[in-house]
C-alpha cells in the first residue's frame, strides 16, 4: 500500500520528500521528545534543504490544527459512539489521545507541510551522494 513516489508515504515514513531515502528527522522516534524537532539539514542523498528558510515550519501550526481536530474526532466516534461512553468518559478520551498523540500529530503536520512544496523525483533514486 505505501510505496515509494507516494507523498503519502513521506507523510506516514518521515522520509524526504524529493527522494523518499532517508528519514529527515535525527531521532525517527517521535517519542524521544529531546529530539522532537530537530532535523537534518539536508537529505544525504539528494541534497533537498528541508528548512527552506527560517521559521519555514511556522505553517505547520495550521496543519497541526486540522490534524489534531481528525484525532479528535476519531477519538469521540470510537468513544462515545462505538463504545458508548458518557460525555464525560468521551471528553477525557478526547483529551488522553491529544496527549498522548501529540509528538505524532506534531510529526505528521510536518511532514505534510514540507510535501506541499516539494515533489518526488524518481531520477533521484539512481544517484547516490
Not at 503519502?8 to 531521532?27: A, R
Not at 512544496?117 to 524518481?122: A, S
Request: proline share 4%; charged share 10%; net charge positive.
Amino acid at each position: 500500500m505505501l510505496k515509494k513516489g507516494t507523498k503519502l508515504y513521506s507523510i506516514l515514513t518521515g522520509s524526504c520528500p524529493k527522494c523518499h531515502s532517508e528519514s529527515m528527522y535525527q531521532n525517527t522516534n517521535p517519542y524521544n521528545i529531546s529530539q522532537l524537532f530537530k532535523m537534518h539539514e539536508r537529505c544525504s542523498h539528494c541534497h533537498t534543504k528541508y528548512k527552506m528558510e527560517p521559521s519555514f515550519f511556522y505553517g505547520a501550526m495550521y496543519v497541526s490544527y486540522a490534524v489534531g481536530i481528525a484525532f479528535a474526532i476519531a477519538a469521540f466516534v470510537i468513544a462515545f459512539l462505538l463504545i458508548g461512553t458518557t460525555l464525560t468518559n468521551t471528553f477525557i478520551a478526547i483529551v488522553l489521545t491529544m496527549i498522548v498523540f501529540m509528538p505524532i500529530i506534531i510529526r505528521l503536520s510536518r511532514n505534510i507541510w514540507i510535501n506541499l512544496f516539494f515533489r518526488y523525483d524518481p531520477t533521484l533514486k539512481n544517484q547516490t551522494a
